[in-house]
């Protein structure tokens, strides 16, 4: 009988021949899917001069379109491993919910983006390949009953060092060709200024803060807390920056958010929001 240890080596030993393939992601996914059951699985490479680049993706066809194309354009400055790889400089295996904000769930961010796959727990991978430029493997389940336990997250994390020495071969060469050549458009470093700025043209300090915190998922609590400020203050603040920015819920100021990013052709730093509005 093929223990799991033994037919990770198998597995792992099937990767191998393949670094540089195309083969590789699928390759890489069946070995962690042998040692902790997943429904779906997403592997997408931020690089600083390009928009993030999907290297594999088994959510139904149908629903992928709709999902990834709202993520590349902009949605995925908001999601909670992004922003913890790039501001807390975040590696190895986390699980989304320890990531996530307080109130992360009823973000239309979320609703946007969860409605069309049905996840309902997520962990996965940040790898670091080069400074700046980092790959998230996303594993999820689409069961409240079926979340991943201790033992199997521990697992996982057990074999970061397998999964980075993996990533870093596979990519890594890609990377370095780019830089040579000087390829790029530096589009996710302005999108991240742009959301940095996002309403300050028309908001005061503070309405910017709130706002910025309602768009990366903190609740009124979470906010108030986080400004030392009272959650009536927080509601005040937004009551304000929504009439100023002429929307009535979170979700308008969302796809305000999504649609000031499309609208740009060029972006040389301040708010989006002026030349949009």
């Keep these: 009988m093929t223990t799991r240890l033994q037919d990770f080596s198998d597995k792992l030993a099937a990767i191998m021949p393949e670094i540089g393939s195309d083969r590789l992601p699928s390759l890489l996914l069946s070995m962690l899917k042998g040692m902790v059951p997943f429904d779906n699985a997403l592997i997408i490479h931020y690089y600083r001069?390009?928009?993030?680049?999907?290297?594999?993706?088994?959510?139904?066809?149908?629903?992928?379109?709709?999902?990834?194309?709202?993520?590349?354009?902009?949605?995925?400055?908001?999601?909670?491993?992004?922003?913890?790889?790039?501001?807390?400089?975040?590696?190895?295996?986390?699980?989304?919910?320890?990531?996530?904000?307080?109130?992360?769930?009823?973000?239309?961010?979320?609703?946007?983006?969860?409605?069309?796959?049905?996840?309902?727990?997520?962990?996965?991978?940040?790898?670091?390949?080069?400074?700046?430029?980092?790959?998230?493997?996303?594993?999820?389940?689409?069961?409240?009953a079926q979340r991943f336990n201790r033992s199997q997250i521990a697992m996982l994390a057990d074999i970061?060092?397998?999964?980075?020495?993996?990533?870093?071969?596979?990519?890594?060469?890609?990377?370095?060709?780019?830089?040579?050549t000087g390829a790029g458009n530096q589009l996710p470093n302005q999108l991240d200024s742009a959301l940095k700025h996002f309403g300050t043209a028309y908001l005061t300090d503070r309405e910017s803060q709130v706002v910025q915190l309602f768009l990366h998922g903190h609740s009124t609590k979470s906010i108030a807390e986080r400004l030392g400020i009272s959650p009536e203050t927080v509601k005040l603040h937004r009551k304000n920056s929504y009439?100023?920015?002429?929307?009535?819920?979170?979700?308008?100021?969302?796809?305000l958010f999504i649609d000031s990013l499309a609208s740009l052709t060029s972006y040389s730093g301040g708010d989006p929001l002026v030349g949009y509005l």
């Design 160 to 180: 970061t060092a397998v999964v980075e020495t993996i990533c870093k071969a596979q990519w890594g060469a890609e990377i370095k060709s780019k830089d040579s």
């Design 49 to 144: 001069s390009e928009i993030p680049q999907v290297h594999y993706n088994d959510i139904p066809p149908l629903e992928r379109e709709s999902q990834i194309d709202l993520f590349i354009n902009g949605a995925y400055l908001l999601d909670p491993f992004y922003r913890a790889a790039v501001d807390a400089k975040q590696s190895g295996l986390h699980r989304l919910s320890d990531l996530a904000p307080e109130g992360f769930e009823k973000t239309e961010y979320y609703r946007s983006y969860f409605k069309h796959t049905e996840i309902k727990d997520e962990i996965g991978y940040i790898v670091h390949i080069a400074p700046h430029q980092f790959l998230n493997i996303s594993l999820s389940r689409l069961s409240f």
């Design 243 to 255: 009439a100023k920015l002429d929307v009535s819920s979170q979700a308008e100021l969302f796809y």
